[in-house]
């Protein structure tokens, strides 16, 4: 059992060490029953800031771009999936966010990428809601629409932003 952990411990901060463990999970976008959803998570983080290179983890899997200059955001949509993309064009945020699954199911999966990419305990902001780092970004969760909450049985929305 020791052996068991230790390896995983082991895969785990190696993970830290390898960006290519985002790249991995981020290259899943199209998966279906939640990998998509982390994987959406991965690849705002993989994108590092670069709107670019961040979009075009979409936008190569066949999603819908849409630039809002005045606005400075870019949206992407796909119509078999159920979430959309937000990401600033300055590069500052990439939003996540499902009207479908709630934020115990969001946290699932920000806790797996966490875990691949060698993040730290999750802590929490001063609303209490779920707030993961993992080397070089920091993914908050709470609900989505106008009035945020942290929890939510019927939507979520991951903010990903940069340090």
Known sequence: MRLIVLSFTLAASSAAADPAMLNALASMINDGDGG??????????????DTEATAAYWTDEGWQRQDETEMGLIFLSSPSAHWTVTI????????????????????????????????????????????????GTTMTLSSSGQDPVCMSETSSAVRVTFD
Request: include cysteine; aromatic fraction near 6%.
């Open 36 to 49: 998509g959803l982390s994987s959406a998570y991965a690849a705002c983080a993989a994108g590092g800031g």
């Open 88 to 135: 600033a064009a300055d590069g500052s945020f990439c939003e996540v966010v499902s009207e479908q699954d709630g934020t115990g199911f969001a946290t699932a999966q920000i806790a797996s990428v966490n875990m691949m990419a060698g993040g730290g305990n999750p802590t929490t902001t001063s609303e209490g809601c779920a707030v993961f780092k993992i080397p």
